[in-house]
Nanobody
């Protein structure tokens, strides 16, 4: 059974940075399929970053130029470097398969709070 464990969130001032980690364990689930999601209070969960088959990464417009996703196959880990954070980035961040058909049970997520 696949387990997803997110960490690295916290409270940061606007303009600050955080690095989130997602550790995938429990099966041969490919980290190349992993995307980063976030859910703000009262809003639906949205996909903010996902790896493409050509090796590039796609980002939602609101985070382009500020967020960078990377992966370490040796550690079965995916990371999300978030720079120049804005209050509107405040949300619980999750990792999971970007494709709905590959999605597994959601982890607990990690809270990111950006103060103005």
């Amino acid at each position: 059974q696949v387990q997803l464990v997110e960490s690295g969130g916290g409270l940061v001032q606007a303009g600050g940075s955080l690095r989130l980690s997602c550790i995938v364990s429990g099966s041969s689930f490919s980290i190349n399929a992993i995307g980063w999601f976030r859910q703000a209070p009262g809003k639906e969960r949205e996909l903010v970053a996902a790896f493409s088959r050509d090796g590039s990464t796609n980002y939602v417009d609101s985070v382009k130029g500020r967020f960078t996703s990377s992966r370490d196959n040796s550690k079965n880990a995916v990371y999300l470097q978030m720079n120049n954070l804005k209050p509107e980035d405040t949300a619980v961040y999750y990792c999971n398969a970007a494709s709905p058909r590959l999605r597994v049970d959601w982890g607990q997520g990690t809270q990111v709070t950006v103060s103005s």
